[in-house]
């Protein structure tokens, strides 16, 4: 094995590597409450990760061996894959930038507003057509009972910094002015009118506000926050990947021209 065949091998498994903490990230992803009933969010950067790996492996056996058909099958492959990356981190990073949150006086968690985030993410998520199914999915789960089990005192529950997909869906938004009795019992609302939510509020708790816009703004709230959270390591493994394939060209250019002098010098002896 010649010494750009060497390098070849020494750099596929660094993208190898890389290809790890993508894949974990998108476990990660996939195992969040919120994302477990949003199927097409759940599998993208697990299978960007995946194939990565499976390239990466390939790309490392063309070199090991010397099989210049599979080096060059492996660098048009992984040139796609960073590309798609490379669309996945823009279109993530894009569509989460706005917030959607706001303070609330005399509370530790954030509320949030549907209309303050992306159209792309609400009329891809919270439609009517596909918050059916993620409103019974919700409903299912146990992201709101856990609070109960959590929180008992008001005094301790306006302090936790409990999650955008709780605020939203488990309690009624505060503006309606109910009266706590447990983080999914409130009572007696002050200000019925403050919101079109105070209405939609049910102490049935399969119900709970999973029909309110505050539930659709906190699922989006949380599918942001674990987009950015995993954007620093698709950053990081991008910039990896575009280094580690440029040095992979130049060393995949240098074996073939050593290929070639090899040949010359055998044909010349001869």
């Known amino acids: ?37 949003i199927r097409y969010f759940r599998w993208p950067i697990l299978i960007l990760g995946s194939l990565i790996l499976l390239v990466s492996l390939a790309g490392f056996v063309g070199a090991y061996w010397n099989k210049q058909g599979l080096l060059a099958i492996y660098l048009f492959c992984m040139a796609l894959l960073i590309c798609l990356l490379l669309v996945v981190l823009v279109f993530a990073f894009v569509v989460t930038r706005p917030d959607g949150s706001y303070s609330v006086p005399g509370r530790a968690y954030k509320e949030y507003r549907l209309a303050d985030f992306s159209s792309w993410l609400r009329n891809h998520i919270t439609d009517s057509g596909h918050w059916i199914k993620i409103r019974t999915c919700l409903a299912d789960s146990d992201v709101c009972t856990k609070l109960n089990q959590e929180y008992t005192a008001a005094d301790q529950f306006f302090a936790s910094l409990i999650s955008p997909l709780q605020s939203g869906c488990c309690k009624p938004p505060t503006a309606c002015g109910y009266s706590y009795v447990n983080p999914t019992l409130w009572t007696n609302p002050a200000n019925p009118n403050a919101d079109t939510d105070c209405y939609l509020w049910s102490n049935d708790q399969t119900q709970l506000c999973y029909k309110c816009n505050s539930c659709k703004a906190g699922l989006l709230g949380n599918i942001r926050n674990e987009w950015r959270k995993v954007n620093v390591i698709l950053i990081v493994a991008v910039v990896v990947l575009i280094f580690v394939y440029i040095i992979a060209c130049s060393a995949f250019r ?14 010349w002896v001869r």
């Open 1 to 37: 094995m010649g010494v750009s065949n060497n390098i070849t091998a020494f750099l596929n498994m660094i993208a190898l590597l890389c290809s790890i903490p993508i894949i974990a990230a998108g476990i990660w992803l996939a195992s969040k409450p919120g994302n477990e009933c």
């Open 254 to 267: 240098n074996a073939q021209t050593e290929d070639l002098f090899r040949r010359y010098k055998r044909d």
